[in-house]
């Protein structure tokens, strides 16, 4: 009886510890524009990679039925409460966000906005999905490269306020001012608002306002792909271009029909597989947030924050008929 004992006290001792609870990870909420959004969804599935390389960490993956700035206030001020240890968030409202961001930062939350961004005093840091400079261009330079030299262009935008969208119109504007690119006329800028319904309208007024348009600009995922759909319907393919910045997945049918000769994105998963690396290297209390800082962004590389505390992860990446139907596979 008594050799059994250590025996026993050794399967007691195994079983306290087995019943400990595992040390909980910390929680990074990615706060989307709105979800049923497909760069969003790839957005996450790189946020997942992030965390499992990582280990300590889960992510929370949440944001609006609809793109507005009053839902993702409401998502906010319910994080809070829940004690993330970061928000990663792409904004509908540069400056309406920044009360309930400011908040949370006051609770020692770590608060990164990507894509979309949030004002310096709403943020630690913004990770721009590429340059805002080199983005303007590449959408000037499709479209030329659609249309030939001269024509009428309009641009079919997202939320009239979003940061990003109004930041890349600005820059085509500087690019259309140039000598180059003079034969192109913008003639209008509307908003869908990030609603496939409403764009889709938006694009079909667009052709009864301008019956000499020759492109559509569209510098958002949802608006692209609907004007895309529309020329499509209204029997225009061939004599209206559409190009802007798409996923892959629902804009390969575009394509081949003749509709969309090319299109850009930069690659999602990797954009929020960066955001999710960079709020761990403020959690972890390895970069601060001050202009110079290196911020480490794993596999994607380093990035240097700017004096506005900014950084830009990639150049964007044209797809066509030579290549999207690979890409297509993945997001």
Known sequence: MKKRIPFLLAAVVA???TAQPALAADKIALVVKSLGNGFFDAANQGAQEAAK?????????TGPAKATAEGQ???????????VKAIVISANDPDALVPALKKAMARGIKVISFDSGVKKEGRMMHLNP???????EKLVKMTQDAIGPTGEIAVLSATAQA??????????KKVLAQPSYSGLKLVSVVYGDDQTDKSYREAQGLFKSYPNLKAIVAPTTVGVAAAAK????????????????GLPSEMAGHVKSGAVKSFAIWNPIDLG???IMAAHQFMTGKVKGQPGDKVSLGRVG??????????AMAEPFTYDGSNVDKFAKFF
């Open 273 to 275: 597989y960066s955001s």
């Open 230 to 245: 529309a020329v499509q319907d209204e029997k225009k393919v061939g004599t209206l271009f559409v190009t802007g910045l």
């Open 15 to 17: 079983a306290v510890f």
């Open 73 to 83: 206030i409401e998502i906010i001020n319910s994080l809070v409460a829940q004690n």
């Open 302 to 311: 380093t990035v240097t924050l700017d004096a506005n505390t900014e950084a």
């Open 130 to 136: 590429s340059s805002n400079a080199l983005i303007g």
């Open 53 to 61: 390389e990582l280990k300590d960490v889960e992510i929370i993956y």
């Open 163 to 172: 940061t990003n969208q109004n930041t890349w119109i600005a820059e085509m």
